[in-house]
């Protein structure tokens, strides 16, 4: 449970630091209430998170040794993309990232007409699903879900996209001048890496 727990946190809290649904978090939050902008990217990261857990689960009654195998090479392929990307990356990636959600929330269709607290909460919501969908910490809260505690992966996943968000609403802005993107992608292929090898030490299932 603790393992669990632990390896939800780390993988989601850092990988999800400077990531999109962090800007979209931020930019909305300059915009409207943060608490209600807080309530809706929360309550989008816990939806995905707990559908990510149960793939994770519904993958898990398949045979161990294939989904041992996808596991490792998930962890580390990932990881290896990630060493590459920061390798390769500009020193204007954060702004890329910020015009990307700036991008995504002026192309929605979704606006907090009136003032509206649902209103706020729905354009959050949405935009930060649609944002999530597909991203890396998904897979990743996948690959955990299958082969460790559901529940301590969910808890733990569901806390670092808390936090993330939480850092995002309050103190957006003043965070991201002082993150290094490539810093934050090479620390999150190292994890992905260590991972893949953790979860090659463990052994081939019977």
Known sequence: MFAAFTSGFLLVGISELGDK???IAMLLAMR????LVFLGVVMALAVMTILS????????????YPIYLAEI??????GLKLLYDAWRMSPKATCEEVAEAEEAIEQSTLEAKAGTNWGVVLEAFILTFVGEWGDRT???TIALAASYNPWGVTIGAIA???VCAAIAVIGGRLVAGHISERTVTALGGSLFIIFGVLAALEGIPK
């Open 21 to 23: 649904t962090f800007f």
């Open 32 to 35: 409207h209430s943060r608490r």
């Open 53 to 64: 857990v149960l793939m994770g689960q519904v993958i898990s009654l398949l045979p161990k």
């Open 73 to 78: 090479t998930l962890f580390i392929g990932f």
């Open 138 to 140: 998904q897979f990743a």
């Open 160 to 162: 670092g996209h808390t």
